[in-house]
């Protein structure tokens, strides 16, 4: 079985702050694929980052950090100095089925207010 | 650029008037699929098609159908709406099952008023 845990339901900050984002996942499969994306009021979900099991280096783009660890499952995301447009809802999700099916966690509202 | 293209972005029907939404895409992926989004819950997924071979989940009710004539088009059909129904559908597409081919390019949804 799979699942995908996202804690944190809503999280407010003010302009320029930093916010992490939790994402712990649970798979019995030794290859998989971990993913983030951004759906902003108009509703696309938007992509940010595929991550596979066996690499577990950190990324950063831009302001966006990610730190995958897989001792503990989890797969956190930092948005670095938050602007007003980053408000939106933040999803992870896990990939580790044959048909390609995810599993995504049930999403974090991120609101930034000026 | 290569899309995924949902029409209409925002559709209202009638309860149990039945409604099509529509989907295509220009990435020539292998793969599609439908979810349901309610409000504040993650995208829930109804079916999906690997080519012509098509994937019924097994919660998403028979008022659901779907209809790939082509690889570039998709047809998400609910013979009749009902109030529940109402929500963000959301069309998705990948290379191909599983692994890096597996990774989804989302269209913008429509979002499904039922009165």
């Known amino acids: 079985a799979q699942k995908v845990t996202q804690a944190q339901t809503e999280i407010s900050v003010v302009e320029k702050e930093d916010v992490t984002l939790d994402c712990v996942y649970e798979t019995r499969d030794t290859t998989y694929y971990l993913f983030w994306y951004k759906q902003p009021p108009s509703g696309e979900l938007v992509f940010l980052i595929r991550r596979n099991s066996f690499d577990e280096q950190n990324e950063i783009s831009g302001r966006y950090s990610w730190n995958f660890q897989k001792s503990t499952s989890s797969f956190n995301f930092t948005i670095t100095a938050s602007q007003v447009v980053d408000s939106a809802v933040y999803f992870c999700a896990l990939n580790a089925d044959s048909w390609g099916k995810f599993q995504f966690g049930a999403g974090t509202q991120v609101v930034v207010t000026p | 650029d290569a899309m995924v293209i949902q029409n209409p972005r925002y559709q209202v029907t009638q309860f149990g008037k039945p409604v099509t939404l529509s989907c295509s895409q220009t990435l020539n992926h292998n793969v599609m699929y439908w979810y349901q989004q309610k409000s504040s819950q993650a995208p829930k997924l109804l079916f999906h098609y690997y080519d012509k071979d098509f994937n019924n989940e097994a919660d998403t009710p028979d008022n659901f159908q779907s209809r790939r004539p082509n690889t570039s088009f998709c047809f998400l059909d609910i013979r009749s709406p009902g109030l529940g129904d109402a929500a963000m559908y959301l069309c998705?597409?990948?290379?191909?099952?599983?692994?890096?081919?597996?990774?989804?390019?989302f269209g913008p949804g429509t979002r499904l008023t039922v009165l």
């Open positions: 998705a597409t990948s290379r191909g099952a599983g692994g890096p081919r597996g990774e989804q390019f």
